[in-house]
């Protein structure tokens, strides 16, 4: 197995020009969203008082996989990861201590499917659910009164290994892209937001602790997450110049590179708050 990473620095304001408010046209859930030049989207809702759970949807081109942490680094962070599996959507809750495939998480985190908000096209796959006691505000997640979250993505064109399985699936290296970026909370928050949680009705399977994942079907009209802000497309995340000191028996991570525009989706991440660290294993 070869594990490759990459630090990159100062990233809460590197790729905040990718930020905007964003209305989801199939569910009507209103986002903070992130976006990428490689069509990767990650958008975030949350109460106006933040607990411990969030609204989020991944949408990402192809038939690999993509992924968000909760902090800015893969390491020791809660990590989100989805793909397709024929004409469903997996997602899967992950997290790891060393740089190798993240394992499914345990503890009482967990996925809850909006189903009519996940579907697959063509080119496309859109992933959006309901975590579950997922902001824990210690050193895995980022705190409920962040004012800006700084997460971390990842995209990768090879689809895991053991797709059907959201435990056991292998992911494959994020050659796609990788970065960190800061989620303006504000955007995220929402008076709506417990009307748009009581959507989760974890259509597919659901699981916590050691089966913190989610199957759902696909849907037939694809996520509105694919008409991403054009605003953001504009801005590669992460793509800081300054690389932090990376242990010796590291390679060099190959640079991102661009995948179709827009999209629908779901993954795990790689990266570092000081220095963001992105990672995969193949």
């Not at 759970?53 to 993509?66: K, L, N, R, S, T």
């Not at 503890?107 to 659910?129: Q, R």
């Amino acid at each position: 197995m070869r594990s490759v990473f990459t630090s990159v620095a100062a990233i809460a304001g590197v790729a905040s020009a990718a930020t905007a408010p964003y209305t989801d046209s199939t569910t009507g859930i209103k986002f903070s969203q992130y976006t990428d030049k490689s069509g990767y989207a990650f958008g975030m809702a949350v109460p106006e008082t933040v607990g411990k759970d969030f609204i989020g949807q991944i949408v990402a081109p192809g038939e690999g996989w993509a992924g968000v942490s909760l902090t800015s680094s893969m390491m020791a962070s809660t990590l989100i990861a989805a793909w397709p599996n024929g004409d469903d959507v997996i997602g899967s809750l992950r997290k790891t201590t060393t740089y190798t495939n993240p394992k499914a998480l345990t503890g009482d985190a967990k996925l809850v499917p909006i189903a009519e908000g996940t579907s697959k096209n063509e080119t496309h796959f859109t992933y959006t659910f309901l975590c579950q006691g997922c902001i824990v505000g210690d050193t895995s997640t980022f705190k409920a009164d962040a004012k800006s979250a700084v997460l971390g993505w990842a995209l990768a064109d090879a689809a895991p290994t053991n797709p059907e399985s959201a435990d056991e699936a292998v992911l494959a290296y994020h050659k796609t892209g990788f970065g960190a970026y800061g989620l303006p909370m504000a955007d995220a928050e929402s008076a709506d937001y417990e009307t748009w949680a009581a959507m989760a009705n974890g259509s597919g399977s659901s699981g916590s602790g050691s089966s913190a994942g989610a199957s759902t079907p696909g849907a037939s009209t694809p996520a509105a997450a694919a008409s991403t802000p054009a605003a953001a497309a504009s801005t590669p995340a992460a793509a800081a110049s300054t690389p932090a000191e990376a242990p010796a028996s590291s390679a060099e991570a190959p640079a991102a590179t661009s995948a179709p525009a827009q999209g629908s989706v779901t993954t795990t991440t790689i990266i570092k708050t000081e220095a963001v660290t992105s990672t995969v294993y193949v």
